[in-house]
Nanobody, 121 residues
Framework: VQLQASGGGLVQVGGSLRLSCAAF????????MGWFRQAPGKEREFVAG????????LYSDSVKGRFTISTDNAKNTMYLQMDSLKPEDTATYYC???????????????WGRGTLVTVSS
């Protein structure tokens, strides 16, 4: 399974970005999907996840209400809409896939390359 994340960039505080994660095969009905991020000097952390079997989403407390995860099965693409961005959202964001739920950053089956998000104040 190949995943490719894109959409990162520089944005001001309070702004929005939408990240994309393209899969090169149909996986959204087999794998649970998630977004993780890693800030400089910190461990990678869970941001948002999509459970395909339950059709449910899960968010970390730090992004709940501001970020939205979604998938487009026709395009084999997952998105992370990020609104009301804060400086502490600055990180490299990774998309990942796993057969198991809940998602755990040390146990993900597949990872995409990261895309850098920088929020300037």
């Amino acid at each position: 399974v190949q995943l490719q994340a894109s959409g990162g960039g520089l944005v001001q505080v309070g702004g929005s970005l939408r990240l994309s994660c393209a899969a090169f095969e149909r996986i959204f009905s087999r794998y649970h999907m998630g977004w993780f991020r890693q800030a400089p000097g910190k461990e990678r952390e869970f941001v948002a996840g999509f459970n395909w079997r339950a059709g449910s989403t899960l968010y970390s407390d730090s992004v709940k209400g501001r970020f939205t995860i979604s998938t487009d099965n026709a395009k084999n693409t997952m998105y992370l809409q990020m609104d009301s961005l804060k400086p502490e959202d600055t990180a490299t964001y990774y998309c990942a896939a796993d057969l198991n739920w809940p998602l755990r950053q040390r146990g993900m089956d597949y990872w995409g390359r990261g895309t850098l998000v920088t929020v300037s104040s």
